[in-house]
């Protein structure tokens, strides 16, 4: 099946040559029964390598060299006796039927052989089919089985709207007509030498498949197999594009979920306070109610301290809203980070009393470019978050130092400490730790602050537990900048 | 009544205590499931206000407890976040609801009817409530309205029943539809429709209902107070 046709004749050829010489000698040697026998044996191999064609000729060309060359009359074609018709009658028989018997033989083990690659090589390009789970994957999947089968490329352009689009390079064609000829195609077409196929899927054509071929395809059997393997190449395609369709599915229910949890944490997160005012405003204000009056006055101030929070909540929306509308550069100044780490505490203490907070401020000054009441903020949300889960467990910590091109500001409490995946998730929007309770607000302090302290170039890390188990710190690093005297703002 | 309020935040039980107190009950408070079921085994409790929105349990694995060991009556308050949970607190037995934010009135309104509610199944039960306006026999299958007997088919009968057995509550649509249908997957039409003819027969003006009024959702409330009669 490897020779080249060329060779084959060749051999062929070659063999007759010597079945020929074999029977001349023969003859010569007075030996007519050896001769015919010899040139019989030769058409048989002929028949046997090369099929029913080649048998037939090589059996008809013998029959016309022995009697023109061999029998007598040498030279001439004619029998002369009776004696001499009948071993030239039988060779001519036996030839034929030999030819006849051998080559179809050979031939339908050729067709048997040639049927059972072809199944193998259509099972080789299911198995690489069935790897590829994308649909860009698709035309590299079969880029390695096909060009032995005389294919010297394959694209498949999948049809989107009223553009085409070839998923391997990621190249759309609005021009419909392109993909489909190409720039030297109709020449390639028109001499066969490039060959289109529909892809159809079960939904209807998904587009369509190109193979360029090294040589014109002329059988009919050719052009079939390049059909089974569009269809093969379809059904890949449209299994690729199901799972897609899938997975999206499944994002989008996923990504609706986590929207439905978001609304409902926020919903309750304003609505409490909300409650709280209209149940106390509504007590105070009924007529169906007497309360004695420290219980009117406890009323009202849990009406007050309700209005902070929910003035807390919407100052905090609206920081997330500046973050996600981004932060513009060219309104930073440069500021003194020793000011405004002092203000940050001095705040913070001024609403939690009961916290003791210690400083460590490396001698100053240190600049920063940052938008002051922003980072202040930032600072804030930093320090407030570790009195409210580590406060109660000793004194919160905030330091100042000055590693040569940055600022670390460290801010470490002697609470319980992050655990496991929700160091990860400290920093995400809305996100509340298990043990925070009703104090854990709404979830977005710490995303502020990282928003803010990267708006400034800044990074912004948490490490937690601390050595002996317990204990949180955050570290905000800021670029350092040269003292600017003329605009020290802080 | 005893009272037990089930919610996780702090405020709303320190604000509605002292009303409540004032009102003339005994309040308990549960900060989650955990301390709520605590207190349902150990407190005789007629009354509970559950929030369904805890940060340990879903509020509505409560509903059992509360109904079945407690024996106590239930008032949901839910933020509205939390419909759908709402719904099937109802249909598990919750007896009324209350959306938050609230007025502190409706609440004690609310309660008021819950706790007259639970006086009327202490004794026997009713065969007979009547309002100023309105009288249902229900041995007699009358309903007479400003003295005027109104005509009702079998259907709007069951249903106007069980609005009326339950009035001052809302009755979920599911409730309606067992009462009406025996089943309780109607197509929502049905009972939107026979609803309807109930307005017009009751209603001075269908259009601006009074006595039916339609709890979006969830189901319908007999905004009229039906006293039982023996």
Same mark, same amino acid.
């Given at each position: 099946m490897t020779s080249q046709p060329a060779q084959r004749v060749a051999i062929d050829l070659s063999i007759f040559l010597i079945a020929f010489i074999g029977t001349h000698y023969a003859q010569n040697a007075d030996r007519p029964i050896t001769a015919v026998l010899v040139f019989l044996t030769g058409v048989i191999v002929i028949a046997f390598r090369s099929g029913l064609v080649s048998a037939l000729i090589a059996a008809i060309c013998a029959s016309l060299a022995y009697n023109f060359l061999l029998s007598e009359p040498t030279f001439r074609f004619g029998i002369t006796s009776a004696d001499e018709a009948v071993p030239l009658i039988a060779f001519n028989v036996a030839a034929c039927l030999a030819a006849l018997m051998v080559g179809r033989l050979k031939d339908s083990a050729r067709e048997a052989y040639e049927a059972q690659s072809e *199944?193998?090589? #259509?099972? *080789? @390009? $299911?198995d690489r089919l069935q790897s590829a789970v994308k649909v860009e994957e698709v035309e590299t999947a079969v880029r390695g089985v096909i060009p032995r089968q005389g294919v010297t490329s394959v694209e498949i352009f999948l049809a989107r709207g009223k553009a085409y689009w070839r998923p391997s390079t990621g190249e759309v064609e609005f021009d419909t007509l392109k993909p489909l000829v190409g720039e030297e195609a109709d020449t390639a077409i028109s001499r066969g030498k490039a060959v289109i196929v529909e892809l159809e899927g079960a939904r209807g054509s998904l587009g369509f498949v190109k193979f360029r071929l090294s040589e014109p395809l002329s059988e009919r059997r050719g052009s079939s197999k390049l059909q089974s393997i569009s269809a093969m190449l379809a059904l890949a395609v449209e299994r690729c594009l199901l799972l897609e369709e899938l997975a999206e599915a499944r994002v989008r229910v996923r990504s609706e979920a986590l929207k439905d949890a978001l609304l409902s944490s926020v919903s309750h997160d304003l609505r409490t306070p909300i409650t709280v005012i209209q149940a106390a405003a509504g007590a105070l204000g009924s007529s169906q109610i007497s309360l004695p009056p420290e219980e009117n006055a406890r009323l009202l101030s849990s009406i007050l301290e309700q209005c902070a929070r929910l003035d807390r909540y919407t100052a905090e929306l609206l920081d997330v809203g500046r973050i996600q509308v981004g932060i513009a550069q060219d309104g930073l100044e440069t500021v003194n980070l020793t000011e405004i780490v002092g203000l940050a505490i001095k705040h913070t203490r001024a609403v939690h009393p009961q916290v003791t907070i210690e400083r460590s401020l490396a001698q100053g000054p240190h600049y920063a470019q940052a938008n002051a009441v922003m980072l202040e903020q930032a600072l804030v949300n930093l320090i407030d978050n570790a009195q409210k889960f580590g406060g109660g467990a000793g004194p919160v910590t905030v330091s100042l130092a000055n590693d040569g091109s940055v600022a670390r500001i460290a801010i470490t409490d002697r609470g319980p400490g992050i655990h496991g995946d929700e160091r990860e998730q400290v920093f995400t929007r809305f996100f509340k730790g298990k043990r925070g309770g009703a104090k854990a607000g709404m979830g977005l302090g710490l995303y502020i602050a990282k928003g803010f302290i990267e708006a400034f170039d800044g990074a912004i890390a948490v490490e937690s537990p601390l050595d002996g188990g317990s204990g949180t710190r955050v570290v905000v690093t800021l670029p350092l900048v040269a003292s600017d005297d003329t605009s020290m703002a802080a | 009544m005893r009272i037990l309020i089930v919610d996780d935040e702090e405020p709303i039980i320190d604000t509605l205590r002292p009303v409540l107190v004032s009102a003339g009950h005994d309040v308990f408070a549960a900060h989650d499931g955990a301390q709520a079921l605590a207190a349902i085994g150990s407190e005789s409790l007629d009354l509970v206000l559950l929030d369904l929105g805890l940060p340990d349990t879903d509020g509505c694995d409560l509903i059992h407890p509360i109904k079945q060991i407690a024996g106590a009556g239930l008032i949901v308050i839910s933020a509205r976040h939390l419909e759908r949970d709402k719904v099937r607190a109802l249909d598990e037995g919750a007896d009324d609801y209350v959306d938050k934010p609230f007025s502190i009135d409706e609440l004690l309104a609310r309660? &008021?009817?819950v706790e007259r509610r639970r006086a009327e199944i202490a004794?026997?039960?009713? #065969? &007979?409530?009547? $309002?100023?306006?309105? *009288?249902?026999?229900?041995? &007699?299958?009358? @309903? @007479?309205? %400003?003295?005027?007997?109104?005509?009702? $088919?079998?259907?709007?009968?069951?249903?106007?029943?069980l609005l009326a057995r339950h009035s001052g509550q809302v009755v979920t649509q599911r409730q309606l539809m067992i009462a009406g249908w025996a089943s309780p997957v109607v197509e929502g039409q049905y009972l939107r429709s026979y609803m309807a003819m109930l307005r017009d027969k009751l209603e001075a003006d269908p259009s601006d209902p009074e006595l039916i009024l339609t709890e979006p959702g969830v189901g319908y409330r007999f905004?009229?107070? %039906? &006293?039982?009669e023996t």
């Open positions: *199944t193998a090589f #259509m099972l *080789t @390009v $299911s | 309660i &008021r009817v004794g026997a039960a009713a #065969m &007979r409530y009547v $309002s100023e306006e309105l *009288t249902l026999d229900i041995a &007699r299958r009358e @309903v @007479v309205l %400003m003295g005027e007997p109104v005509h009702l $088919s079998p259907k709007e009968f069951a249903l106007f029943e905004n009229v107070v %039906m &006293r039982p």
